[in-house]
């Protein structure tokens, strides 16, 4: 990271009394093509907390996900209105360094994709694209990497395996932990158990909960009873609009939409 | 009545899938068998004579004195300048049309052009190469002309084949590494590369392969000609090979030899074609054996 980059996306003392919003999104519209995918998004997401985002398929979550890293612009077709303010500045700002928001935004995807190297290559390789070559420097944070992603214990006697000969809650371990290992702020996740089993659905819940001491967490889930037990606030999209965003215990026991309601109590979706 | 109807259908699709793959089966078989006709006819006509003398000797107007030290020397030479010069070109340009060149009107044309060139005769290339490289850049009848030829005749295959092997790279490899910060360059170079590798190169030496075994874009350069003069011959006088003074010398390759041996009355000459043919078919078994077994070893690997 060079510093003159840093300083591009430095606090900005305006927006001192924001210091427990980490994103602010202004009138986000989203499109691909013709289409709409969000519309009219405003939302304020805390920091030091998790995030879950719930909503029926196909409603915009990964979407909106997608837009605080800035992972849509490699789709063609895709086309953004709005602001999302992180630390003090709009990350689609064009003096603003993609690769520089995806440092300090991380991502975990639903489907576990390590990369077809060794463990430790997959968790070094975000250090090795930043010209980190020192390898005492490369095994300090790998090592701390995987410890913080509760797969040390699993992993430290065979660094140097294939990562996909790990089991699938394994590899999405793993991949917590090459996140990890660029030293982000947020750590955005979608949908990161749907394709793995209840016990190591179970031990990343856990994680969440030990992560979010240290980082601000979004996660789009489908799974309400995840939503409600790891997240401290709870977004509801439904049809491309933010219908309600509330503390994840006002969400789940009294919501202030009757869509909401209709959608936590299974009614639809 | 619907059921009798679905339980005809599926006896006759049944009766013809089975009808299809005995048809498939005796096909094939056929193609296997004729094959192996000509391999045995081959092997019992030229294997006596493969011997060391056999390698290493010129040619010569006596059969039994003649030998294909020039033509496999050259055959390497060949091979190794189309590979040096078709492989990263081609996989540049794959690379490019693939990754960076967005789609409109001219990358179409690019597109459809590569895709015919592919099918163009050799002998076209060979005519091009006659124009281009021996004429206009005026590299006469040399190893590098003719290399030149075979890599233009190669390099829409390596293209082709390349831009296939860089599509099945699934795109959360892509995503995994632009979410950690690696701009497109370092996520081509560190990931969409490696992982095509495997089918980029089998491509390649398949294609490779397959030139080797050509005759009439060389012949049209102008190779044949030389191997009309046979008894002198630079390309032995010219190892090693890190002398690449050689590049500049003319050449002959063992499909032009073997042409030459089928094309006289003697039957001598033929029991040395027939020779030369299972030289070249062991080196054409040999680059597919590299090739098949980098796919299979990249199929073995565990699917992300
Ligand atoms: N790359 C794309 N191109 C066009 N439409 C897309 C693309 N990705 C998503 N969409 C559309 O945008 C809408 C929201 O998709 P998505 O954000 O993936 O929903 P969710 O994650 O809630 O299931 C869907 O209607 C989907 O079809
Ligand atoms: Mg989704």
Known sequence: MTPDKTKALSADPTHAMEKDIAFKVEDLNVYYGEKQALKKIKVDIPTHSVTAIIGPSGCGKSTFLRCLNRMNELLPNFRIEGEIIFDGQNIYDKNVDVIDVRQRIGMVFQKPNPFPKSIYENVAYGLRIQGIKKRDLLDNIVEMSLKKAAIWDEVKDRLAHPALALSGGQQQRLCIARALAVEPEVLLLDEPTSAIDPIATGRIEELLRELVKSYTIVMVTHNMQQAARVSGSTAYFLLGELIEFDETSKIFTNPGDRRTEDYITGRFG | ?304
């Open chain 2, 1 to 304: 009545m619907q059921n009798r109807q679905a339980m005809r259908t599926r006896k006759w699709n049944q009766w013809r899938d089975r009808l299809f793959s005995l048809l498939g089966l005796s096909v094939t078989t056929l193609g296997v068998v004729v094959l192996l006709a000509l391999l045995v006819d081959v092997f019992m006509d030229g294997f006596a004579r493969l011997d060391f003398d056999f390698l290493t000797h010129f040619p010569s107007r006596r059969p039994e004195r003649a030998g294909i030290y020039a033509a496999w020397v050259g055959t390497l030479w060949i091979a190794v300048l189309t590979a040096a010069m078709a492989f990263p070109i081609g996989v540049a340009a794959a690379t490019y049309l693939e990754e960076y060149a967005r789609k409109n009107w001219l990358t179409d044309l690019i597109e459809i052009n590569i895709a015919n060139l592919a099918g163009v005769p050799s002998i076209i290339y060979g005519l091009l190469g006659l124009g281009i490289f021996v004429r206009w850049m005026d590299l006469e009848r040399s190893i590098l002309a003719g290399g030149m030829t075979l890599a233009l005749l190669v390099l829409p295959i390596v293209i082709l084949s390349s831009r296939e092997s860089l599509r099945t790279v699934p795109s959360s490899i892509r995503e995994a590494s632009y979410a950690l910060g690696a701009s497109k360059w370092q996520t081509i170079r560190n990931q969409v590369l490696p992982a095509a590798m495997p089918g980029i190169l089998t491509g390649a030496i398949l294609a490779i392969s397959r030139a080797l075994g050509e005759t009439a874009p060389l012949i049209t350069i102008g190779a044949l000609t030389y191997v009309a003069f046979l008894p002198k011959n630079p390309i032995g006088s010219e190892f090693p090979f890190f002398n690449l003074d050689g590049l500049m010398d003319p050449f002959s390759v063992l499909p032009i030899q073997i042409f030459n041996w089928v094309s006289r009355p003697q039957k001598g000459f033929a029991i040395n074609a027939a020779a030369a043919i299972i030289v070249l078919l062991f080196i054409t078994f040999v680059m597919n054996g590299i090739a098949v077994y980098l796919r299979h070893r990249s199929q073995k690997k565990v699917r992300w």
